[in-house]
Nanobody, 119 residues
Framework: VQLVESGGGLVQPGGSLRLSCSAS????????MSWYRQAPGKERESVAT????????NYADSVKGRFTISRDNAKNTAYLQMNSLKPEDTAVYYC?????????????WGQGTQVTVSS
């Protein structure tokens, strides 16, 4: 099983980034996919989750209206579109795969990608 994130980087406040998570080694469409983040000195938190078919999504209050999670099951890839970025969005972002949508802990984790929002 492998989850590989990409798309992180340095962006100015108000800017946008799109993260990608390429999955292999499991039946991607059967798993809910999530994005988590961890800022220095803080606990890892869930940012957004999407179910296997892509019909249902859930967001942390801090990112609602700014971030959009999506997936392409034909490409085994999940995405996180991040708009109107703020300095407090700075963190390492991880993608994760879970057997159940919004229930239990993820089964699989990626290695993370750094997002830095700074002028």
């Amino acid at each position: 099983v492998q989850l590989v994130e990409s798309g992180g980087g340095l962006v100015q406040p108000g800017g946008s980034l799109r993260l990608s998570c390429s999955a292999s080694g499991f039946t991607f469409s059967s798993y809910a996919m999530s994005w988590y983040r961890q800022a220095p000195g803080k606990e890892r938190e869930s940012v957004a989750t999407i179910n296997g078919s892509g019909v249902r999504t859930n967001y942390a209050d801090s990112v609602k209206g700014r971030f959009t999670i999506s997936r392409d099951n034909a490409k085994n890839t999940a995405y996180l579109q991040m708009n109107s970025l703020k300095p407090e969005d700075t963190a390492v972002y991880y993608c994760a795969g879970s057997t159940f949508y919004m229930r239990g802990r993820p089964n699989y984790w990626g290695q993370g990608t750094q997002v830095t929002v700074s002028s």
